[in-house]
């Protein structure tokens, strides 16, 4: 199982007036550390796009714990779900930085397809198969 985690500060256009922060971009914290995982091991999307894949989100879940104020700062905790489709599949934390109290937790799925023609690719790619097997995945 691979962990990462990434800190994030509540931006003032995620907030409403109120200063509560929209349910929205919690989705926007999973990809922020969906993509510092990514750089962190070797899977961002310009390693997945130069291998000729995209990987669009076809799932998203969220379950929201407590609500998130501007300014606040928060670790995202991302943990890659290893699975023998072609796909990748996240679970999420949120946990308010300072307090280490529970936010929010989640999951997404992607799926590998071909960056021309959007084709859904059934099988692994190779280079993915390569990556799974760099981090004992297999």
Known sequence: ???HQTEVTVRFN?????????????????????EAF?????????????????????SVHCDYKKPLRYGERVIVQ????????????FEYQIFEAETKE??????????????????LHLTNPSFFEVWKQKWNLD
Do not use: C
């Open 38 to 58: 990514g750089n962190h091991f070797g899977i961002s999307y310009l390693d997945v796009y130069s291998h000729g894949f995209a990987v669009p989100v076809v």
């Open 78 to 89: 991302v943990t890659h779900i290893n699975s023998p489709a072609a796909k990748l599949i």
């Open 14 to 34: 995620e907030a409403d007036p109120l200063g509560i922060v929209w349910h929205g971009h919690y989705i926007r914290y999973f990809e922020d550390g969906r």
């Open 1 to 3: 199982m691979l962990q």
């Open 102 to 119: 529970l936010v929010a937790t989640g999951t997404t799925t992607q799926v590998f397809v071909d960056v021309n023609s959007f084709q």
